[in-house]
C-alpha cells in the first residue's frame, strides 16, 4: 500500500518549516522575543545538537570504512580524483555564474548612500570581529591552510566541529593504513569503526524522527530574532538589500535547478523530480540549520536510502564533500564581493574578477560546515581584490537568510556529485523510487556496470 503523503519525512518537515515561518512572523509583529528564545528556541538547539553530537563520529566512521572498503589504493585514487576533480569544477561553475549575475544585475548600484552608511554604522561592531577572525586566518604564511588541515592532536580535533577537516584528514589516512596492514590484523578495527557506523545511522533516523518539531523551533526563533522586535528594521533592510538579495537566490537557484540537474541528465539516471523527492529532507533540514555539517548524516541517509547510491560512495563522497564542497557558499561569497565594491564605488577588472573565482574556489574549501562561516572567509576574498573588509557590515543583516539558501545548494551539490561518482563507478542500487527510473536512461546504469565490472 501506498504511504499518504502526510506520513513522509520530507512532507512532514515541509508543514514544520512553513508553521515554524507562520509562527515566527506572529511572533515578530506580536513582540513575543522572550517568549520564542525562553519556551520555542530550545527544541531547535536540541535538534541541532543531537545533529551535531554525531557529526564527528560519523565522519570518522564512514570515511574510515569508506576508504578501507574500495579494497585497493588504485580505486581509492580513481574515486578520489574523480570526487575532488567534480567537486572543483561545480565550484568554478557557481562562481561563474555568481559573477555574471552580479555584473549583469549591478545590485550595488541600487543602495542609497545614506542607507549605505547607515548600515556601516550599525553593523560595524559584527563586521570588526568578522574581521580579526578572518584576520587571523589571513596573517599566516599561504602554505597555512594546508598545515591546519594536519592536526597535531586529534582529541583536540575531534572536540571541536570546527575542525571537521582535521577529523576527515585524520580519517582519510587512517582507511588507507588499514588497507595497507595485513587483512587480519585489520579486521576487528575496522568490524569496530562498521558496528560504529550502524550506530551512528540508527542514532539518525531517531533524530530525525524529531526533525518536524525541531525545524518548527529553528524557523520560527530564526525570524523572531532577525526581527528582533522590531520588523520595520527587517522591512528596511529588505528593501536596500532586496535586489542583491535576489541576485543571490537568483544565482543559487540557477545552479541548483539547472546546473545539477544537467550533470545528472548527462551522467545519472536519475530524473529532475526523483532526484529532488530523494534528497528533500537533507535539502530541508539545511534550509533550516544552516549547516551542511549538521545536515550530513541526513544527506547520508536521504542519498543512500531514497536513490540508492551504495554506502560505499556515499561514504566517501558525502564526508569529504561536507567539508570540501560548498557551491553555494562560492557564488555567494563572488556576489557579496561584487556587490559591496560596486556600492562602495570600487571597480573591478577582469582581473580582479579572475582572483575572485581563485580566492572563492579555495575558502570555499576552507570555509567550516556552521553557520556564518561564509561571510568570515569573505573577508580573505576582498583583501585579496583590495576591498575594505569594513565592508562587510553592509551585507550582515541578511546574512542569515542567505546562509539558509547557500547551505541547502551546498548540500544538493554534495548529493549530486555522490549520484555522479556512483553511476560512474555503476554503484547505484535498489531505492524505493528506483522503479521510476526512465527505462530509456538504464544504458547509463548499465555501461557503468560494465566499465566497473570491467576495471574491478
Ligand atoms: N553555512 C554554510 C554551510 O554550512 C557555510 C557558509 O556559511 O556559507 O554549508
Known sequence: ???????KLHWQIIIGLVLGLIFGIIGAVAGWGQFMSDWVAPFGDIFINLLKLIAVPLILASLITGVASLSDLKKL????GKTIGIYLGTTVVA??????IVNVMKPGATVPAEMREQLQATYEGGA?????????????????????MVPDNFMDSASDNRNMLQVVFVAILMGIA???????????LLNFFHSLNALVIKLVEMIMVTAPVGVFALMADTITSIAQDNVSQIVELLAALGYYCIAVVLGLMVHTLITYPTMLKLFTPFGFKQFFSGIAPAQLVAFSTSSSGATLPVTMESVEKNLGVSE?????????????????????????????????????????QITIVLTAVL???????????????????????????TGIALILGVDRILDMCRTTTNVTGDATVACIVAASEGQIGDAPGLDSIDPTRSDILREALDEASATG
Open 95 to 100: 562562481l561563474i555564474i555568481g559573477l555574471v
Open 363 to 389: 575558502a570555499s574549501i576552507g570555509t567550516a560546515a556552521v553557520p556564518s562561516a561564509g561571510i568570515i572567509m569573505l573577508v580573505i576574498i576582498l583583501e585579496s581584490v583590495g576591498v575594505p573588509s
Open 77 to 80: 585514487s580513481r574515486i578520489g
Open 312 to 352: 560505499e560512495v556515499s561514504s566517501f563522497v558525502l564526508p569529504l564533500g561536507a567539508t570540501i564542497n560548498m557551491d553555494g557558499t562560492g557564488l555567494y561569497q563572488a556576489i557579496a564581493a561584487v556587490f559591496i565594491a560596486q556600492t562602495l564605488g570600487i571597480p573591478l577588472g577582469l582581473e580582479a
Open 178 to 188: 588499514l588497507l595497507m596492514i595485513p587483512k587480519e590484523r585489520a579486521d576487528p
Open 128 to 148: 570588526n570581529e568578522g574581521m580579526e577572525l578572518a584576520g587571523e586566518a589571513s596573517d599566516r604564511g599561504p602554505l597555512q591552510p594546508i598545515v591546519d
Open 1 to 7: 500500500m501506498k504511504t499518504p503523503w502526510y506520513k
